[in-house]
């Protein structure tokens, strides 16, 4: 066996996060990686021009991306969730914004897949020819929790839609909109509406110190005609609907812990200033520098290791879709008990990251145009969406009492 390590090509070595989560997924991936590069190429830029990705979600969009779990039309599958989460992973290292922005959309493609066949069959097609979905479930102020103030009313005209709802990530992006409602006995329910409709309006309103290019802000709805159809009742749009969209956020914090890791070990590699008391003159030589970086990969290294064991589960559970059974309850339920374990570690192993960081780097790593401080601001505005503080106690509660985890949960006044 060879033993000379200088030939070999560490360019391709440093860009390298460990196999992918089947044998084909290299070849898979080969066919975005370009579209990936460029995306990452204009991620500084865009952030500081606060310019949104309109332009490369449409890259995503011709390239086939948006459409990676649809059944192909010969019959075979579409991509499996561990390489989905896969892609997502690595599209979140490009720039974490387009995931995010993309997050309500595969998840309305997972409740696609689950549809009854008819309505299946419909938006399978539209989804097939690229068309996006956004979501529009969240209500500030004094919304409750049992119930929207979002209301789907039937009068002399049709089904009509009224309310406001506020983090419509993507929505801005999208053909259509998945948004959750009130009927008029206050029941739950979820209808998706065109978002070019009449009475429909997006605003790019999102003012959040993170995730700047989301359009994760406001819409409205007045007397939006709504189609018969579109219209399912309460419960979550697929059963393994919570664990789906957490996975998302930990995949897209995998994301971020890489580009952080690549973009740090790029300016110790060219950076000829040093301190006079440091280690040693360079700090591509500096040991305590090279400790920095060194922990800043593994830290995403771990990251993405966890996303991908996660996303093993995630699958076992959509095996069952659409089944009632215990077995499909069951392995649902060990879907979100193992992301849940896994929402504190990735959080904080990122999130630590993104704070190192700067002192591997110092002073002039908190320039504006060096644009290494979006790191910790979508770190940190991620971990907040779906706050971690709860999920710890909900694992231990399941440890020592072996309650279950709660399922679909809501956010508003009690």
């Known amino acids: 066996m060879p033993t000379d390590r200088s030939t070999l090509p560490s360019d391709a070595i440093a860009h390298h996060w460990g196999a992918g989560p089947t044998p084909g997924y290299d070849a898979l991936a080969a066919r975005f990686r370009p579209v990936f590069a460029r995306i990452r190429a204009g991620s500084v830029e865009r952030e500081i021009e606060r310019r949104l990705p309109v332009e490369e979600i449409e890259w995503l969009r011709r390239a086939g991306f948006t459409a990676l779990r649809v059944p192909h039309w010969s019959d075979a599958n579409g991509v499996t969730l561990p390489e989905l989460f896969a892609l997502l992973v690595e599209l979140s290292e490009a720039d974490s914004n387009l995931t995010q922005a993309l997050r309500a959309h595969f998840g309305f493609v997972e409740h ?3 549809k009854p066949p008819a309505r299946r069959d419909v938006w399978l097609n539209r989804l097939a020819e690229g068309q996006i979905v956004g979501a529009a479930w ?4 004094d919304a409750k929790q049992a119930n929207f103030s979002t209301v789907l009313s039937q009068g002399e005209n049709g089904w009509r839609l009224n309310g406001t709802k506020f983090y419509t990530t993507g929505s801005l992006y999208a053909n259509w909109i998945h948004v959750g409602a009130s009927d008029a006995q206050g029941a739950p329910v979820s209808v998706t509406i065109d978002r070019k409709a009449r009475g429909v309006e997006v605003l790019d309103d999102w003012d959040g110190m993170g995730q700047r290019l ?7 709805f007045i007397d939006v005609p709504v189609d018969e ?6 419960g979550p749009p697929f059963a393994y609907s ?4 957490q996975l998302v956020h930990l995949a897209t914090l995998a994301g971020i812990g890489r580009a952080l890791a690549s973009d740090v070990a790029a300016a110790l590699a060219t950076r000829k200033r040093g301190y006079s008391h ?6 591509a030589n500096d040991p305590q520098l ?5 922990r800043l990969r593994a830290n995403a290294y771990s990251a993405g290791a966890i996303v991908r064991l996660a996303a093993v589960a995630l699958e076992r559970a959509a095996a069952f879709s659409g089944e009632t059974t215990d077995d499909a309850l069951l392995a649902v339920t060990q879907a979100e008990l193992e992301i849940w374990q896994a929402q504190t570690v990735v959080s904080q192993l990122v999130l630590d990251a993104t704070t190192d960081a700067f002192d591997a780097l110092g002073a002039s790593a908190t320039l504006r145009s060096a644009g290494l401080d979006r790191y910790w601001r979508n770190a940190r505005t991620i971990t907040s969406h779906n706050p971690r503080v709860y999920k710890d106690r909900i694992v231990g509660d399941f440890a020592v009492n072996g309650k279950l985890p709660p399922g679909q949960w809501r956010i508003g006044q009690v």
């Open 242 to 245: 919570e664990a789906f969209y």
């Open 214 to 220: 989301t359009a994760s802000g406001t819409s409205r």
């Open 112 to 114: 696609a897949l689950a």
């Open 229 to 234: 159809n579109e219209i399912v009742a309460d």
């Open 138 to 141: 969240s209500e500030t102020g």
């Open 290 to 294: 090279l400790e920095i970086a060194g």
């Open 278 to 283: 440091a280690a040693a003159p360079l700090p």
